[in-house]
């Protein structure tokens, strides 16, 4: 009589391990195209002063408290400096963290703009008191950075943690600015923030480009040929 095959499990062979539930969703987002994010804290990045003929360029990371919203978060080339100011003072206030770093000028000159931007915001993400588990940067480059990060173009207008950054690397910024039109007078830095205008232009003729200029810049090494 043959025998008959039992629908038992063998005790003595190991049960068939079942992948878990959040395996399986992880499998089919990333298969449906969508990213999967683990849970943690997120910090926004971005930069100030990359076109600026003078002065650092700056770069400032921010990790918002769910519980402690912001109104009026955007981009912070749309806001007046009236709404700048009291949002610096309003982030810095209700921020889970915030860092603002510069790379210096000669740092400009002698990694280039781009490499010096990247520095900048690594500087701002390693400067946190806590550590993200992702990082939002504007844009469409990265920095070097050992925490996972995404590049996200017009994230200033969209990511509110990224429109953070924008606002305190603008402020810190345009306050720099000022120091340095202090030091410098001739120039007007306080009006231009060091951006080629008309009037720069100008005083770079007339005066030659002082130590907070940037020499790899074409309008700063012409006034330095003449």
């Not at 770093?101 to 690594?122: G, H, K, W, Y």
């Amino acid at each position: 009589m043959p025998s008959r095959k039992s629908s038992r499990p063998d005790a003595s062979l190991p049960a068939p391990r079942r992948p878990s539930r959040s395996a399986g969703a992880k499998r089919a987002a990333e298969q449906l195209g969508l990213s999967w994010d683990a849970p943690g804290l997120v910090a926004g990045v971005d930069e100030a002063g990359r076109g600026p003929l003078a002065g650092p360029v700056v770069a400032a990371a921010v990790i918002l408290d769910d519980l402690k919203p912001i109104d009026g978060l955007a981009d912070s080339k749309v806001l007046s400096p009236l709404v700048r100011e009291r949002l610096f003072d309003e982030i810095r206030a209700k921020a889970l963290a915030c860092s603002i770093a510069e790379a210096c000028v000669e740092e400009i000159d002698r990694l280039n703009i781009l490499q010096a931007t990247m520095l900048a915001m690594r500087r701002a993400v390693e400067g946190l008191r806590l550590l993200p588990q992702k990082v939002l940067v504007d844009g469409n480059r990265l920095p070097v950075l050992r925490i996972t990060a995404e590049a996200i173009i017009g994230g200033d207008a969209t990511v509110a943690s990224i429109s953070a950054a924008s606002i305190l690397a603008k402020v810190h910024r345009d306050r720099l600015c000022v120091d340095m039109d202090a030091l410098y007078p001739a120039y007007g830095f306080a009006a231009h923030k060091g951006y080629a205008t008309p009037e720069h232009l100008e005083a770079l003729r007339q005066h030659g480009a002082c130590e907070l200029h940037r020499r790899s810049y074409a309008p700063v090494r012409e006034a330095l040929e003449r």
